[in-house]
């Protein structure tokens, strides 16, 4: 058991025993919000509430409101504001709060990052703009909002050394393997076992249907690629709309 979930369990606990343990405060690692959350919403000192996705927020050590923060203007998906709006793969305009995720190398340029079904948790591929899903990063989580219900993206663990990809699909519950960040706008994801030479370096295989299936490089970009494989580094997008366009604006995204 992780100390949040020992921590909630305790703040559940106290529930239970009314007049006993009457908390205006959540504790460390305890839930501070969500949907359908009644308990406590404040945090200690010290400590600050965010939001892990719509139904769970988190008490997480430090004094910032946000957990993910882009370092560049550019960059995407803030970790802030309880998400109010639904947003889903194939919808056109990007929700606040969220990004589009999109690779920016041949043969796979401005094709964003989506459920293989979309709005479900299923492979994850990257596809066409018309069916671009929205994405938040907080507390290490790359979160697909999928019509309003939270899709979790989890790694596939390694089997053993010489496996050199990880496959990454959507799932309805979180995962405590693996860590993602906005690295400005760069999407990274590392774990404490495995030492990437470089965290930003993803690539896209197809499958026998010809999905671009997104996995993780544990080796450096662009060397001994895997046949079949194109290797991408993919990218917030805060655009109002998902778009294919190679533009100015677009050039180094
Ligand atoms: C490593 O794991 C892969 C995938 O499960 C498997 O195909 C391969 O045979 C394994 N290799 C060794 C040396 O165990």
Aim: negative net charge.
């Amino acid at each position: 058991m992780t100390l949040a979930k020992k921590s909630s369990a305790l703040a559940s606990a106290c529930l239970l025993v009314v007049g006993a343990c009457a908390q205006s405060t959540a504790p460390q690692w305890g839930q501070c919000g969500g949907i359908g959350w009644t308990g406590a919403t404040a945090c200690p000192s010290g400590w600050y509430c965010s939001v892990s996705n719509p139904y769970y927020s988190q008490c997480l050590q430090g004094t910032v409101t946000v957990t993910v923060t882009p370092t560049t203007s550019a960059g995407g998906g803030g970790g802030g504001g309880t998400p109010t709006t639904t947003a889903s793969g194939g919808s056109s305009t990007l929700a606040p709060g969220y990004s589009f995720i999109r690779a920016v190398e041949d043969p796979n340029f401005h094709k964003y990052l989506q459920s293989e079904v979309l709005n479900t948790a299923s492979d994850a591929v990257l596809g066409s703009p018309g069916t671009a899903s929205q994405f938040q990063i907080t507390g290490g989580q790359l979160i697909q909002n999928a019509n309003g219900t939270p899709l979790y993206a989890v790694v596939e663990s390694r089997a053993n050394s010489t496996v050199m990809k990880l496959k990454m699909s959507w799932s309805t519950t979180p995962t405590t393997a693996g860590t993602f960040v906005f690295s400005g706008d760069t999407v990274e994801w590392s774990i404490s076992t495995i030492a990437r030479p470089q965290n930003n370096a993803w690539l896209v295989c197809p499958d026998a249907q010809g999905h671009a299936d997104v996995y993780i490089n544990l080796g450096p970009y662009s060397y001994q690629t895997p046949a079949g494989c194109a290797d991408e580094t993919i990218h917030a997008y805060t655009g109002a709309t998902a778009t294919a366009r190679r533009d100015i604006d677009d050039s180094e995204n």
